[in-house]
């Protein structure tokens, strides 16, 4: 047995572990389309309409900033081709429009914003471009393609996400565009080393399968190479493990769950009373940070150019919940032991998951596999919710996992679960104990615990606790919505 455990499988990147350790970012939508009242621009529309009277990405990274998000990333080209860059590839840009009389740069002022407020900026260009010509001549687009992701790599500092929707469909020439993806990624990990790249399945980090913001449980970090997915291909299979990742995958490719916090993910005034509640927020934040991904939340600017007053009180309040729920760690600081230590070594001691130490873990014998932790909470209190973490430098480890609580003489199972990872929240109905035991009931390799932590809050409702209510309430979000416009 070596001292340290070794690490297991696939592991992350320096760029992917501080990624996934952000926990929120934040998506910000705007191009024509709020100015011509749809979801997707056909590429038809005239640059001249992108006229926000009130433009402010300086209030987009201070909300940002504010509502507890580390990364932002703008729609630089959304599938409608229209560029909020002067590009010197296309006359379809920002450098056509009344904005700033044609001498504007929104990717610049977003970039210099983002650096202002401490907020990692990072960037969508989407592949599929309903205006440019050249679509569907394939090796001609290509070219106009990279060169564009060129000018945004090179001419803004540090960009520290790509995002590409992997949508693609046929050019004027009645010919289906074929992306030349591995050219794509290739000039991202070019002019940008530490940027992490979103494509449906990477290739740092992989798209969750559905845009409503949550993740699967189980949910491994991991998915298999053998899979072969290429951006846009989907298979059930596919779908499934980008959903829940592959247990023991060769790949390292963590979720990321993105979500608009309206119904579009444009700006419509139409939306403005139907926002994601705080409460709601909080319920994806449990079932995407809660379930070892990063949320993605989309927040639109409007036709001035500003986030709607309704979408910013929303997302602040649901920071503000956040900080409430999370106050109060009844375990941190308290005595814990366990069933095992690695090498009897304090180094890997139990008393790591209470220490609040971003790196230090509990971690057993090489051969024990399974295992409890147990805290002494000093005196009886009462819990509803459960923060766990893995240290993911070493891999993603634990594929079974339940809690305990002591009652008398008898330790009383209260959560029976699956993957742990970065980090799994479990809401549950209120739980009284001084001594609580996390049981490692199944690991791929010794369990490397970081941190168990447990709060109170009326701010965790019954549908975040019982499944099916939670599924319930997803399903019927926006049952009384109109249509989404498109
Ligand atoms: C989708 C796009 O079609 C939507 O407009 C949006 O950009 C979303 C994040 O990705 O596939």
């Known amino acids: 047995m070596s001292y340290q455990p070794l690490p297991y499988g696939a592991l992350p990147s320096a760029a992917q572990l501080n990624w996934q350790r952000l926990e929120r970012s934040l998506f910000v939508h705007f191009t024509v389309n709020p100015f011509t009242n749809r979801e997707w621009g056909d590429g038809t529309e005239d640059p001249k309409i992108f006229n926000p009277t009130d433009c402010d990405p300086r209030q987009w990274a201070r909300v940002a900033r504010d509502a507890g998000f580390k990364l932002m990333v703008l729609t630089a080209k959304h599938h409608d081709g229209f560029c909020l860059w002067p590009s ?4 379809h840009s920002i ?19 983002c650096r202002e407020f401490g907020i990692l900026p990072g960037l969508y260009l989407s592949p599929w471009d309903r205006h440019e010509k050249s679509y569907g001549d394939s090796d001609r687009y290509n070219d106009y393609f990279v060169n564009q992701l060129t000018e945004l790599l090179t001419q803004y500092g540090t960009i520290h996400e790509m995002w590409f929707d992997g949508a693609c469909a046929e050019g004027p020439n009645g010919k289906r565009q074929v992306y030349d993806w591995p050219r794509f990624f290739g000039t991202v990990r070019h002019f940008a080393p530490e940027a992490i790249m979103f494509s449906d399945a990477g290739p740092d ?26 951006p846009g291909e989907f298979s059930d299979r596919i779908r499934d493990s980008l959903h829940h990742g592959d247990r023991g995958g060769d ?3 963590p979720p990321e769950s993105d979500v608009s916090i309206r119904h579009g993910w444009f700006w419509h005034e139409a939306e403005n009373n139907r926002v994601r509640t705080p409460e709601h927020l909080v319920d994806l934040y449990f079932r995407s940070v809660g379930r070892n991904s990063l949320i993605l939340l989309n927040i639109p600017p409007d036709t001035r150019g500003r986030f709607h007053e309704n979408d910013v009180a929303s997302v602040l309040k649901f920071n503000q919940n956040l900080q409430s729920i999370f106050a109060h760690d009844f375990a941190a600081g308290r005595p814990a ?14 008393s790591h998951v209470t220490d609040n130490h971003p790196e230090s873990y509990w971690a057993t014998d090489d051969s024990v596999t399974t295992g409890w932790v147990e805290i002494d909470l000093g005196s009886p209190h009462t819990f509803n919710i459960i923060c766990l973490q893995e240290q993911i430098r070493l891999g993603q480890r634990v594929a079974k996992h339940s809690i305990q609580i002591l009652e008398g003489t008898t330790w009383r199972t209260i959560v029976s679960s699956t993957t742990i990872g970065h980090k799994r929240l479990h809401g549950i109905a209120p739980a009284t104990a001084q001594r609580v035991r996390l049981s490692i009931d199944e690991s791929l390799a010794c369990p490397t615990i970081l941190r168990v932590s447990l709060y109170h809050s009326d701010l965790v409702t019954n549908e975040m606790i019982d499944e099916t209510l939670m599924k319930k309430r997803e399903d019927n979000i926006w049952a009384d919505d109109v249509p989404p416009v498109t």
């Open 88 to 91: 010197k590839f296309t006359d």
């Open 95 to 113: 450098k056509n429009s009344p904005y700033r009389n044609g001498k504007g740069d929104l990717v610049r002022e977003f970039v210099d914003a």
């Open 205 to 230: 980090v992989r798209w969750v399968a559905n845009e409503r913001g949550f993740a699967g449980d189980p949910c491994w970090s991991t998915i298999e190479s053998s899979l072969g997915a290429k």
């Open 251 to 253: 790949l390292w490719r």
């Open 337 to 350: 032991t366990a069933s095992n230590v690695r090498a009897s070594d304090t180094v890997f001691a139990a």
